[in-house]
């Protein structure tokens, strides 16, 4: 079992940035991939950003290719979303989600994958 939290949302300008945290309980969190994924209003939940249980293997949605990083740190139990050069269309609930990995390489970015997912964290870009 894995609990996932999130935090680090909140309203920013076009342009701004923000860091997206999910704290993982429990001593298991580097059997998982992690994947960050996101949900506008009336739009069906996408994939943002996944990295591998060991960190090495990170991979981005084109929407957000070049503008967020994905990262983890195994000893803290965290997972990380830098995002930077918002824009409205990044508006949505951000959902971080864990997938048991058999290999250390292993990430996915398909949501069905992903068995334990957090609350989610509201970002808001105004325009």
């Known amino acids: 079992q894995v609990q996932l939290v999130e935090s680090g949302g909140g309203l920013v300008q076009t342009g701004g940035s923000l860091r997206l945290s999910c704290a993982a309980s429990?001593?298991?969190?580097?059997?998982?991939?992690m994947g960050w994924f996101r949900q506008a209003p009336g739009k069906e939940r996408e994939f943002v950003a996944a990295?591998?249980?060991?960190?090495?293997?990170?991979y981005y949605a084109d929407s957000v290719k070049g503008r967020f990083t994905i990262s983890r740190d195994n000893a803290k139990n965290t997972v990380y979303l830098q995002m930077n050069s918002l824009g409205p269309e990044d508006t949505a609930v951000y959902y971080c989600?864990?997938?048991?990995?058999?290999?250390?390489?292993?990430?996915?970015?398909?949501?069905?994958?992903?068995?334990?997912w957090g609350q989610g964290t509201q970002v808001t870009v105004s325009s």
């Open positions: 990295i591998s249980r060991n960190g090495i293997i990170t």
């Open positions: 429990g001593r298991t969190f580097s059997s998982y991939a």
């Open positions: 989600a864990a997938a048991l990995a058999l290999s250390g390489t292993y990430y996915s970015s398909n949501l069905y994958q992903y068995k334990y």
